[in-house]
T-cell receptor, first 112, second 117 residues
Framework: GNSVTQMEGPVTLSEEAFLTINCTYT??????LFWYVQYPGEGLQLLLK?????DKGSNKGFEATYRKETTSFHLEKGSVQVSDSAVYFC???????????FGSGTRLQVQP | DAMVIQNPRYQVTQFGKPVTLSCSQT?????MYWYQQKSSQAPKLLFH???????NEADTPDNFQSRRPNTSFCFLDIRSPGLGDAAMYLC????????????????FGSGTQLSVL
């Protein structure tokens, strides 16, 4: 099927630590891949995206590279801040489909 | 300013009592989605509208219905809520660019948390 698997949270880090949140997808078709972020009390919002293999999406210091060989799209940030505390969702969209399939989300807690 | 607005933020209903959740958008997008998200699970697509064209997911229960009277509004009707329908319901919009392809960005509302007593 067209699924997305994320590492379970919560992930708890100290400020300025390095962040990795793992995401893998089933190798069905040639999906576009996304990371969405949900801050407390707010709706999900697009963080970054990559539409083909080897593309790197980046935004606000976050990066993720579309790795077809490992079917992965891991989210990374070199130095997290308290304000990055949120739930992060990995998602995919297959060509020709209008809807996204989401992973279950990973909660990130950054402590000062 | 909020562009996708869901009301109410919290909704409590009784077992078997019909309930309607609402979503409105100021973006004039032609696609609107309803997702169901249970605690610690992935948001699950229930259905979406492409303009007035209703698209149901194969595994969405018949208990869930939707209406889109105009571009701006979309409603989720749960005819006979069960305890298993308690969840966060998320509305999202995007713009289709023809031939069914969509912009890559979805805009989400803050969600309605439904409790069933």
């Amino acid at each position: 099927g067209n699924s997305v698997t994320q590492m379970e949270g919560p992930v708890t880090l100290s400020e300025e630590a390095f962040l990795t949140i793992n995401c893998t997808y089933t190798a069905t078709g040639y999906p576009s891949l996304f990371w969405y972020v949900q801050y407390p009390g707010e709706g999900l919002q697009l963080l970054l995206k990559a539409t083909k293999a080897d593309d790197k999406g980046s935004n606000k210091g976050f990066e993720a590279t579309y790795r077809k060989e490992t079917t992965s799209f891991h989210l990374e940030k070199g130095s997290v801040q308290v304000s990055d505390s949120a739930v992060y969702f990995c998602a995919r969209r297959n060509t020709g489909r209008r809807a996204l399939t989401f992973g279950s989300g990973t909660r990130l807690q950054v402590q000062p | 300013d909020a562009m996708v607005i869901q009301n109410p933020r919290y909704q409590v209903t009784q077992f078997g009592k019909p309930v309607t959740l609402s979503c409105s958008q100021t973006l004039n997008h032609n696609v609107m989605y309803w997702y169901q998200q249970k605690s610690s699970q992935a948001p699950k697509l229930l259905f979406h509208y492409y303009d007035k064209d209703f698209n149901n997911e194969a595994d969405t229960p018949d208990n869930f219905q939707s209406r889109r009277p105009n571009t701006s509004f979309c409603f989720l009707d749960i005819r006979s809520p069960g305890l298993g329908d308690a969840a966060m319901y998320l509305c999202a919009t995007t713009q289709a660019r023809g031939l069914g392809s969509v912009d890559e960005k979805l805009f989400f509302g803050s969600g309605t948390q439904l409790s069933v007593l």
